[in-house]
């Protein structure tokens, strides 16, 4: 297995060719012996045989953690000792660093400094739900009479989480933190593409010392492990990040056995630069939210519009710095951009790409796969700007998830609310300007559960991420999210001296 390494990047001497499952705190191969290769997408090159579950897979999962939930042996661990293991989760995951970030970028053929950025939230993480659980009990409520009521907060059971390959590990611990934080126990199914790191991540918080069976992990296909969780009597909680398709799918299966369901779907996340922005803030921070993580992510800000007054100057800085961003080997701490996830992934972008062209659409700068040197056989495309777009046009409707983003002019704020809210999905949005009572004005009207304000930053440790309407529901990242992961059980008590008759008999 090859890999592509860079001088100025220390690589971990600790990456494995093989990857096993991990049922019930050992690693164990699937019980069809079935494999599958992960390759970089940067280079093409094979990076690991990692084992591939099958449905008997699944259920033995599902039956560890059943037992390991039911023992209550974690589920009743005081939450100041489930608060120093995932402090400890997170202190391995610093002392491996460089391990999870490498093979986060041989999975992703993602930017360095990208990888980088996503292993340090991860790690974050873990340490932001060890400090929140400490906080998170019930309540004592006043009731009328001799009547006394308090309420606990208890583990909601058997978790099925569902990761995406554009931030594999990073989506990963927005899950798996929350959950053994409540309490709960996790069965984990990573993206096909890029299963390394979840599987790694499985492997540290058994070495912190989480009780065997609390958190699984099982590579496999979606099509038929994650709808098999889903469905699963024994699950109760399903948490997915992904398509809006699939979403809709995942609820749909799960309302049969009325399990409780996250889902984190797709974007199409409007950029609002208004005439007052400071522009060279607004240019580079647009820049940012599309092309970062190769535009790979659910809020990319992809549609982006631009008051009519400035949209010459704003687009003249634009596409300059568009054109000056570098693709190349994604260890290089001055690449931008890293490769495409797949050739399937390549191909959807530019079929986006061409269908806008043939809606009339003009392409700025970009516009096609890209060839780098030194990784002809990687998937790559370039940085892309369209305009002259409607909005009934394909390319500025659905979620084309790569390095393209179409940009309109826009007259006064009543026109960008409308073209911003105009869309099925309501994930992330963004609005440039120096007029405080216009941000607040607009983030109050914009349908989106995420504004940001003068920075193309999206989310911290802390701070809710979730989106409106099909981009589904339920907040990650935050607090709240323990309650995501909790049932809220009220105990309603009398302490009166007199016997409640209320027969009469």
């Known amino acids: 297995m090859s890999t592509v390494k860079d001088k100025k990047f220390e690589t971990s001497p600790t990456i494995r060719e093989t990857y096993q499952l991990l049922i019930n705190g050992e690693r164990v191969d699937s019980k069809s012996d079935e494999t599958f290769t992960t390759y970089n997408p940067a280079t093409g090159d094979a990076v690991a045989v990692v084992a591939k579950a099958s449905i008997e897979d699944a259920d033995r999962a599902v039956k560890a953690a059943r037992a390991a939930f039911d023992s209550g042996k974690w589920k009743r661990t005081p939450i100041g000792k489930r608060s120093r293991v995932l402090n400890k989760i997170a202190?391995?995951?610093r002392l491996r660093f460089n391990e999870l970030v490498e093979l986060e970028i041989l999975d992703t053929g993602k930017a360095l400094s990208a990888a980088q950025g996503q292993v340090m939230q991860a790690i974050e993480d873990f340490e932001f739900y060890a400090g929140a659980i400490v906080g998170h009990r019930g309540d004592v409520n006043?009731?009328?009479?001799?009547?006394?009521?308090?309420?606990?907060k208890e583990p909601v059971g058997v978790c099925a989480q569902i990761i995406p390959w554009n931030y594999p590990l990073m989506m990963a611990a927005w899950k798996v933190a929350p959950a053994i934080a409540a309490g709960c126990c996790v069965v984990l199914k990573p993206a096909s593409l890029t299963p390394l790191t979840a599987i790694v991540l499985t492997e540290i918080c058994h070495e912190a010392g989480l009780p065997p069976g609390v958190v699984n992990v099982i590579p496999g296909a979606g099509s038929t492990i994650g709808n098999y969780l889903v469905e699963h009597p024994e699950v109760d909680k399903v948490a997915f990040t992904g398509s809006t398709p699939i979403g809709k799918d995942i609820m749909a299966k799960a309302s049969q056995t009325l399990k409780r369901v996250t889902l984190?779907?797709?974007?199409?996340?409007?950029n609002i630069v208004f005439e007052d922005a400071d522009i060279e803030a607004a240019v580079a921070g647009s820049l940012y939210g599309i092309f970062y993580n190769?535009?790979?992510?659910?809020?990319?800000?992809?549609?982006?519009?631009?008051?009519?007054?400035?949209?010459?100057?704003?687009?003249?800085?634009?596409?300059?710095?568009?054109?000056?961003?570098?693709?190349?080997?994604?260890?290089?701490?001055?690449?931008?951009?890293?490769?495409?996830?797949?050739?399937d992934q390549l191909e959807t972008i530019d079929g986006y790409v061409q269908s806008a062209i043939a809606d009339g659409a003009t392409i700025v700068t970009g516009g096609k796969a890209a060839t780098v040197e030194g990784f002809e056989d990687g998937y790559w495309y370039e940085p892309t700007i369209i305009t002259n777009v409607n909005h009934d046009m394909k390319s500025v409707q659905e979620e084309i998830f790569g390095p393209v983003v179409v940009v309109m002019k826009f007259n006064g704020e009543k026109e960008a609310l409308a073209?911003?809210?105009?869309?099925?999905?309501?994930?992330?949005s963004a609005i440039w300007t120096t007029n405080q009572a216009r941000a607040t004005r607009v983030a109050n009207e914009i349908k989106a559960g995420i504004v940001m304000v003068n920075s193309p930053i999206s989310a911290f440790p802390g701070t809710p991420?979730?989106?409106?309407?099909?981009?589904?529901f339920g907040r990650e990242l935050c607090v709240e999210t323990l309650?995501?992961?909790?049932?809220?059980?009220?105990?309603?008590?009398?302490?009166?001296?007199?016997?409640?008759n209320f027969f009469n008999v």
């Not at 984190?264 to 409007?270: A, D, F, T």
């Not at 073209?419 to 992330?428: E, K, R, S, V």
């Not at 309650?483 to 409640?500: A, I, M």
């Open 91 to 93: 202190s391995i995951m």
């Open 142 to 152: 006043n009731v009328p009479g001799q009547f006394f009521n308090y309420t606990q």
């Open 264 to 270: 984190e779907l797709g974007g199409k996340s409007p």
């Open 294 to 343: 190769t535009g790979q992510s659910c809020e990319a800000r992809s549609r982006l519009y631009v008051e009519e007054s400035i949209y010459d100057e704003f687009m003249e800085k634009f596409t300059e710095k568009a054109k000056k961003l570098k693709l190349g080997n994604p260890f290089n701490e001055e690449t931008h951009i890293g490769a495409i996830i797949s050739k």
């Open 419 to 428: 073209l911003a809210n105009d869309t099925i999905y309501g994930l992330g």
């Open 465 to 472: 991420f979730g989106g409106y309407k099909q981009s589904g």
């Open 483 to 500: 309650d995501l992961y909790t049932e809220t059980k009220s105990v309603l008590s009398y302490f009166g001296t007199r016997p409640l």
